[in-house]
Structure formats: structure tokens, C-alpha cells
């Protein structure tokens, strides 16, 4: 019983000894457990003059072309050119034989002393490039069917359609930039525009036609950049740096105050970019400092880790 009491009591004074050292925490724990704060970049606004572009359709097409017709029914006795040929005015295009002389080889007419074997060639009235064979050799065809296109490559024109509402932003003899589908960028001047609007899609037609002179195919679609608005000396941040909320109406970005501590800044947006935004409202300086990246989910202040 003696021993039991002088075992206990030993047991508790050990405890007695060793509960102060548990309840201490280890300084370097303690602080690592403390969150010093979100790890981000930070950045400064750019000033520079801005413009807002929309994007609008347009079409290349060749106006100037000609339509070789067949001016009697017969048969096509020989085809002279391939598709992609480049022809020169007064080129023989087809051989083309009646069909009266078809029926009855044997037979000729006699006209005025001569003989008509029924045989017609067809010759181009343009020079260009024959995009278009619709029949070959020993084809029928009737009187006016469609045989071949001749095109004229330098007449290439680009029918930009516009919506009305933005009809008056296009100059009369403006420039403007083309992309093309390989995202290849050309030139291209306004020369005339056509005065009625397109009853289903309500949008005017205006013609370009690309400067310097770039051969295009016809058929091509492609967009226009037409400037919408333009700010000198605006004060812009990347667009990584700006935060919505889920309706988008409102905006706001994080303003680092020193280099632990960055407070949330309501802001107003101006003209946006592929890459900035345009900040409007508060006045914002070259000298401020925002987040670049990492404010998302941040809140309203917070502390911050610059990354180095």
C-alpha cells in the first residue's frame, strides 16, 4: 500500500515537470504556422494612346469576269484549256460542232461557194485565269449553257458587310487592317460603297479594295478591324489584373499600399484591348502598384508576399 502511494506520487511530480515543456510551443513552429500572406507579382499602370477595334465580315470576290456561254446547241469537239490556265484575249477556248452536222456527217452546206463543216471555235474576250470548266470534250450542251469563267485576278474586291448602327465609323476612303484566316494581316482602302441595306441581315455593303494590290482567292472569308474608339494617354492595366463579380457589373482590382499589405480598389472600365484595360475612375499613376497576378479570391485587404 506504502509502495502504490510512493509510485503515485512520483508519477505526479514527473508530470508536474514536464506539462510547462509541452505547453510551450517551439518559436519557429509558432511563426511557420502564421500565414504571412498570398504570393503574387505586382505591376505598374502603362500609359499609351488606345483603340477599341470590332471585328466585322467580309468576302473577297472578282468583278470583273466573263462567262463563256455556248451560242448554239452542239457538241464539244475539244476543251484548249485547264482550270487555273492563264488566258489571253482572243485564246481559242473550245471546238464546237452543230448539231444539225453531228446528226448527218455526210451532208455539208454549201454557203455561197463554200463549204460549213459545223465547226465553231470559241474564242475568249478577256485575258485572266479560267477558273471554271463545266464541260469537256464530247459533252452536249444547248444553246446558252454556261461553259467556262475566265477571272481577272487584279480585279479581286472585298464586299465588307456592316451593321447600319456602325455604317458611319467607316470613312469613304478609309484604310483598314484584313486578317486572313492564316492570320496573315493586308491593307485595304474603301472605294465605294453600295447605297441600299441587305433586308435580312440589315447591313450595308462597302467595297475595298487591298493596297498595295495581294493576290487573294476569290471566296475568301475574312475580317475587318474597324477602330470603334481611341484614348490618348490612357492609363491601362493588364487585363489578368482585373476581378468581377459573376454579372460582370462590377470591377475591381487589388492596389498594393507598401509591400506587405494591398487594399481592393473599385474601378471603372474604358476602351479594352486584346491584352489591356483602360482604367477611367479613380485616377490611377505610373508610380502605383497593383497585383498582376494572384488577386483572385483575395479579400477586400490582404496580406501579400511579393514574388521575387
Not at 459533252?139 to 464586299?159: C, F, H, Q, T
Not at 456602325?166 to 482602302?189: C, E, F, M, N
Not at 459573376?246 to 492596389?255: G, H, I, N, P, Y
Request: net charge neutral.
Amino acid at each position: 500500500m506504502r509502495l502504490t502511494q510512493r509510485s503515485a506520487l512520483i508519477f505526479l511530480y514527473l508530470s508536474l515537470l514536464l506539462l510547462p515543456s509541452c505547453a510551450k510551443k517551439d518559436p519557429e513552429e509558432e511563426q511557420s504556422s502564421e500565414f504571412r500572406g498570398a504570393s503574387v507579382s505586382l505591376i505598374h499602370p502603362v500609359v499609351e494612346n488606345m483603340t477599341e477595334f470590332i471585328d466585322l465580315n467580309a468576302t473577297t470576290v472578282f468583278q470583273n469576269q466573263e462567262i463563256v456561254r455556248a451560242t448554239f446547241a452542239g457538241y464539244i469537239v475539244k476543251s484548249y484549256k485547264n482550270p487555273g490556265d492563264p488566258i489571253n484575249k482572243g485564246d481559242i477556248l473550245f471546238l464546237m460542232r452543230t448539231r444539225e452536222a453531228s446528226a448527218q456527217d455526210s451532208v455539208n452546206i454549201n454557203l455561197g461557194g463554200g463549204e460549213f463543216s459545223g465547226l465553231v471555235k470559241l474564242h475568249s474576250r478577256t485575258s485572266g485565269v479560267l477558273t471554271e470548266l463545266d464541260f469537256q470534250s464530247g459533252n452536249y450542251v444547248s444553246e446558252g449553257d454556261k461553259l467556262a469563267i475566265v477571272v481577272e485576278p487584279r480585279s479581286l474586291k472585298i464586299m465588307l458587310n456592316v451593321p447600319f448602327r456602325y455604317a458611319s465609323l467607316i470613312s469613304s476612303s478609309g484604310t483598314y487592317s484584313l486578317r486572313l484566316p492564316d492570320g496573315k494581316i493586308h491593307q485595304a482602302k474603301v472605294i465605294r460603297k453600295i447605297p441600299s441595306i441587305d433586308p435580312a441581315s440589315q447591313t450595308q455593303t462597302f467595297i475595298l479594295e487591298p493596297v498595295p494590290f495581294t493576290a487573294i482567292p476569290a471566296n475568301l472569308n475574312l475580317t475587318v478591324k474597324i477602330p470603334v474608339k481611341h484614348a490618348g494617354n490612357a492609363a491601362a492595366l493588364p487585363k489578368s489584373s482585373v476581378i468581377s463579380n459573376e454579372t460582370q457589373t462590377e470591377f475591381w482590382v487589388m492596389k498594393a499600399v507598401n509591400d506587405t499589405l494591398a487594399v481592393r480598389l473599385n474601378i471603372k472600365k474604358g476602351i479594352e484591348t486584346d491584352s489591356l484595360v483602360q482604367i477611367t475612375d479613380p485616377p490611377i499613376s505610373k508610380n502605383d502598384r497593383f497585383i498582376a497576378d494572384g488577386a483572385y479570391g483575395l479579400p477586400d485587404t490582404a496580406k501579400i508576399i511579393i514574388k521575387k
